[in-house]
C-alpha cells in the first residue's frame, strides 16, 4: 500500500479551496449559456483531483481506475443519450 | 505497516487489499447511479424550466451553501489524513483525525438543517403549503419543482452524510479506547472511499443548486 505524503493532500485541499472560490466567483459573472457549463467542469477538476489523490485511485492499478470509473462513464452515457432524445424535441 | 491477517482465497495481502477496494468502487458505482438518476432529473428538468430554476437558485443562501462545501472539503482532507496516520501506525492521530472528519460532518448537517428550517418557513417545501415570496403573482410553472429535486437531492445527501457520521464516529470511538485493530490502515481506507465521494457529490451539487440564483 502506497503512503502518500501529507503535504500532497494539503497542496490538493489548498488546490480545491482556490477552485471553490473560482467556483463562486465565476458564478457571480453573468456569462449566458457558459455558466453551468464553467461551473460544472471546475467540480469536474475537484472530483478528480478527489478522485485521484484522496481516494488514491492515482496510486492503485489500472484495474482500480477502471472500475472508479465505470459508474462514471455509465452515468455519462445516462446524461448523453437522454440529452440527445431532449435536444432533438426541443432544439436549443 | 501492520501485518494485516490474509483470508484464506487470496494470494497475498496484496492481492486482498485490491479485491477491498474493487470491492468498494463497486459499491460506489451504484452509489454514482442513484445519484446520477436523480442528477439526470434535475438535467432534464432544468432544461425544460430555465427561468423557474434560476429563480429557484436565488431563493437557496449561497455564503452557507459555499461554506458547507468548504466544510466537507476539508472534512476530506482530515479523512485522508487519518488514512495516513493509520498506514503509520499512529493511533492518538487516527482517532484525532477521524474525530475531525465526525465533528465537521455534523457542522455541514447542522447548517443544512438551519437551511432546511428557512426553507420551510419562508413556505417554500413542496406541498400544499407551498407558496414562495415572489415579485409576480403566480409562481412560474417549475418553481416548486426546483424544490422537489432540491430537497430530494441535498436530503438523499444528507442521508448518506448520517451514515458516514455514525460509521466514523464508531471507528474513532473504536481506535480511541480499544487502539488500531489489525487491518486498521485497510478499513480505514474503505471507509475514506465512502466519505470522499459523499464529498464528490457535493462537490456537483453545489453548483447546480447555489450557482445558478
Same mark, same amino acid.
Given at each position: 500500500?502506497?503512503?502518500?505524503?501529507?503535504?500532497?493532500?494539503? !497542496?490538493?485541499?489548498?488546490?480545491?479551496?482556490?477552485?471553490? +472560490?473560482?467556483?463562486?466567483?465565476?458564478?457571480?459573472?453573468?456569462?449566458?449559456? !457558459?455558466?453551468?457549463?464553467?461551473?460544472?467542469?471546475?467540480?469536474?477538476?475537484?472530483? +478528480?483531483?478527489?478522485?485521484?489523490?484522496?481516494?488514491?485511485?492515482?496510486?492503485?492499478?489500472?484495474?482500480?481506475?477502471?472500475?472508479?470509473?465505470?459508474?462514471?462513464? !455509465?452515468?455519462?452515457?445516462?446524461?448523453?443519450?437522454?440529452?440527445?432524445?431532449?435536444?432533438?424535441?426541443?432544439?436549443? | 505497516?501492520?501485518?494485516?491477517?490474509?483470508?484464506?482465497?487470496?494470494?497475498?495481502? @496484496?492481492?486482498?487489499?485490491?479485491?477491498?477496494?474493487?470491492?468498494?468502487?463497486?459499491?460506489?458505482?451504484?452509489?454514482?447511479?442513484?445519484?446520477?438518476?436523480?442528477?439526470?432529473?434535475?438535467?432534464?428538468?432544468?432544461?425544460?424550466?430555465?427561468?423557474?430554476?434560476?429563480?429557484?437558485?436565488?431563493?437557496?443562501?449561497?455564503?452557507?451553501?459555499?461554506?458547507?462545501?468548504?466544510?466537507?472539503?476539508?472534512?476530506?482532507?482530515?479523512?485522508?489524513?487519518?488514512?495516513?496516520?493509520?498506514?503509520?501506525?499512529?493511533?492518538?492521530?487516527?482517532?484525532?483525525?477521524?474525530?475531525?472528519?465526525?465533528?465537521?460532518?455534523?457542522?455541514?448537517?447542522?447548517?443544512?438543517?438551519?437551511?432546511?428550517?428557512?426553507?420551510?418557513?419562508?413556505?417554500?417545501?413542496?406541498?400544499?403549503?407551498?407558496?414562495?415570496?415572489?415579485?409576480?403573482?403566480?409562481?412560474?410553472?417549475?418553481?416548486?419543482?426546483?424544490? @422537489?429535486?432540491?430537497?430530494?437531492?441535498?436530503?438523499?445527501?444528507?442521508?448518506?452524510?448520517?451514515?458516514?457520521?455514525?460509521?466514523?464516529?464508531?471507528?474513532?470511538?473504536?481506535?480511541?479506547?480499544?487502539?488500531?485493530?489489525?487491518?486498521?490502515?485497510?478499513?480505514?481506507?474503505?471507509?475514506?472511499?465512502?466519505?470522499?465521494?459523499?464529498?464528490? @457529490?457535493?462537490?456537483?451539487?453545489?453548483?447546480?443548486?447555489?450557482?445558478?440564483?
Amino acid at each position: 500500500m502506497k503512503i502518500v505524503h501529507v503535504s500532497t493532500y494539503l !497542496w490538493v485541499f489548498f488546490a480545491l479551496l482556490v477552485l471553490l +472560490v473560482v467556483t463562486v466567483a465565476v458564478g457571480r459573472v453573468d456569462l449566458g449559456i !457558459w455558466n453551468p457549463f464553467i461551473a460544472l467542469l471546475i467540480a469536474a477538476v475537484k472530483a +478528480v483531483l478527489v478522485v485521484y489523490f484522496f481516494m488514491h485511485v492515482g496510486y492503485g492499478s489500472r484495474l482500480t481506475g477502471v472500475f472508479a470509473g465505470a459508474g462514471f462513464l !455509465w452515468l455519462f452515457l445516462l446524461l448523453v443519450i437522454l440529452f440527445a432524445d431532449y435536444l432533438a424535441r426541443y432544439p436549443l | 505497516m501492520t501485518d494485516s491477517r490474509v483470508a484464506h482465497q487470496f494470494d497475498d495481502a @496484496v492481492q486482498q487489499h485490491e479485491a477491498d477496494t474493487l470491492g468498494m468502487w463497486t459499491f460506489l458505482a451504484t452509489e454514482v447511479l442513484f445519484f446520477g438518476g436523480l442528477f439526470a432529473a434535475y438535467a432534464v428538468y432544468r432544461f425544460l424550466y430555465p427561468e423557474a430554476f434560476h429563480i429557484g437558485g436565488s431563493f437557496l443562501d449561497l455564503p452557507l451553501g459555499t461554506l458547507n462545501t468548504g466544510i466537507l472539503l476539508t472534512s476530506s482532507l482530515t479523512m485522508a489524513l487519518a488514512v495516513h496516520a493509520a498506514q503509520t501506525e499512529q493511533q492518538k492521530k487516527v482517532a484525532l483525525f477521524l474525530a475531525l472528519t465526525c465533528a465537521m460532518g455534523l457542522v455541514f448537517l447542522g447548517i443544512k438543517s438551519m437551511e432546511y428550517s428557512h426553507k420551510f418557513e419562508e413556505g417554500l417545501f413542496p406541498g400544499a403549503g407551498f407558496h414562495p415570496h415572489l415579485e409576480s403573482e403566480v409562481a412560474p410553472a417549475g418553481l416548486q419543482l426546483f424544490f @422537489v429535486l432540491y430537497f430530494i437531492l441535498t436530503g438523499l445527501h444528507a442521508l448518506h452524510v448520517i451514515i458516514g457520521i455514525v460509521m466514523i464516529g464508531g471507528l474513532a470511538a473504536w481506535v480511541f479506547w480499544r487502539g488500531l485493530p489489525k487491518n486498521a490502515a485497510i478499513a480505514m481506507e474503505l471507509i475514506g472511499l465512502y466519505w470522499h465521494f459523499v464529498d464528490v @457529490v457535493w462537490i456537483f451539487l453545489f453548483p447546480l443548486l447555489y450557482l445558478i440564483g
